[in-house]
């Protein structure tokens, strides 16, 4: 009964070569999510989707760029990684409007070597 | 700048004691609060929000705004609460701001 799922759990990728990582939501939310949590620090929104409306967090390097294609899934693309991108990044979805609780993916966690 | 601080990284308890993880927050306007849980090798979940005002897993949190805080307790620690603790504060209408977490853990 997974709702929001993230594939892969972990994904190791080299220093520049692109990289995508998916998500995709059962729950039918209309507001999806991508956060980036280096260790030990607070979970970073990057952006988010309101139906097909992007909204960019103004700090998220270009570097970072998401896509979604339909109301189920979300894509986050990284185009050229650096050592400092590696982190876990979580996808998330709302209902929007005046939603009462976000609903989190288990994550990705992205190695750069 | 809209800020949520929880100031101890690492909590540690005994089965039994009352449990305080600490938030205090920065926000120019009406505030609305939650606390997630992360369990080990499970997902993040929201445990409560400050809006409902309920207990959840015997966990309570009330919202001060002259001290800019929304403190979670639980009288009575239990092994099973061990895990990781975030305070977050909705930012406009569909962003969340996370605190730097809790990790807490009940030693029995």
């Known amino acids: 009964d997974a709702m929001v799922i993230q594939n892969p759990r972990y994904q190791v990728t080299q220093f520049g070569k692109p990289v995508t990582l998916s998500c995709s939501q059962t729950l039918n939310h209309n507001v999806m999510y991508w956060y980036q949590q280096k260790s030990s620090q607070a979970p970073k929104l990057l952006f988010h989707y309101y139906d097909k409306d992007f909204n960019n967090e103004a700090d998220t390097p270009d570097n970072f760029q998401s896509r979604r294609p339909n109301t189920s899934f979300c894509f986050l693309d990284i185009r050229s990684p650096g050592l400092g991108d590696a982190a876990m990044y979580l996808c998330a979805t709302s209902r929007g409007g005046d939603w009462v609780e976000a609903f989190f993916g288990q994550g990705t966690r992205l190695t750069v070597v | 700048a809209q800020r949520v601080t929880q100031p101890e990284k690492l909590l540690s308890v005994f089965k039994g004691a009352p449990v305080e993880l600490k938030c205090n927050y920065s926000?120019?306007?009406?505030?609305?609060l939650f606390w997630y849980v992360q369990y080990s090798r499970q997902r993040l979940q929201l445990l409560l929000r400050h809006i409902s005002r309920e207990s959840i897993k015997g966990f309570t949190a009330d919202l001060n705004k002259g001290e800019t805080s929304f403190h979670l307790k639980k009288p009575f620690a239990q092994e099973e609460d061990s895990a990781m603790y975030y305070c977050?504060?909705?930012?406009?209408?569909?962003?969340?701001?996370f605190g730097q977490g809790t990790r807490l853990t009940i030693n029995p």
């Open positions: 926000y120019s306007g009406s505030p609305e």
């Open positions: 977050a504060l909705r930012q406009g209408a569909q962003k969340l701001v």
